[in-house]
């Protein structure tokens, strides 16, 4: 998979680095914070759900995992807009179903300031080449 795609003019599809860990806290609690609003009884709230340096260096690490960032060149730099998790997971043949791997969208999130714009569903195409990169026979994504 190509490591930098570009979507529009100044934003750019690229695998997250071990430097972004606070960026990507800040996404990942925007993101904990929508949901616990919408299902309380299943989503813990942010401050419950912190995540840690050392899961973000994990997904980072592990070749089943995907951890990708957008982001958007400005005047003063650069600005990660979104990002997405997914997973492959391998399931064994049982006595009904056939062995596969299947991949799973763990999390997409974009800035509010930089929704509409077609960059969640960039990111999700992305993941989409990368599990197909991983033979996964398909994809599951939980709403």
């Not at 980072?60 to 998790?85: C, H, S």
């Not at 992305?126 to 599951?140: F, I």
């Amino acid at each position: 998979m190509t490591k930098h795609k570009q979507i529009e003019k100044d934003l750019f599809l690229r695998n997250a680095r071990g430097d972004e860990f606070y960026t990507y806290a800040a996404l990942v609690t925007e993101a904990d914070a929508l949901h616990h609003v919408q299902v309380p009884s299943l989503i813990k709230p942010p401050e419950r759900a912190r995540p840690s340096e050392q899961e973000f260096m994990a997904w980072l690490n592990d070749p089943d995992r995907m951890l990708d960032v957008a982001v958007e060149k400005t005047e003063t730099g650069r600005v990660i807009a979104g990002l997405i998790q997914a997973s492959v997971l391998t399931r064994h043949e049982d006595r009904i179903h056939m062995a596969n791997r299947m991949a799973r969208i763990d999390l997409v999130v974009v800035k509010e300031s930089h929704r509409r714009r077609g960059i969640g569903r960039a990111l999700l195409m992305r993941a989409r080449h990368w599990a197909k990169d991983k033979a996964a026979t398909g994809m599951a994504l939980d709403v």
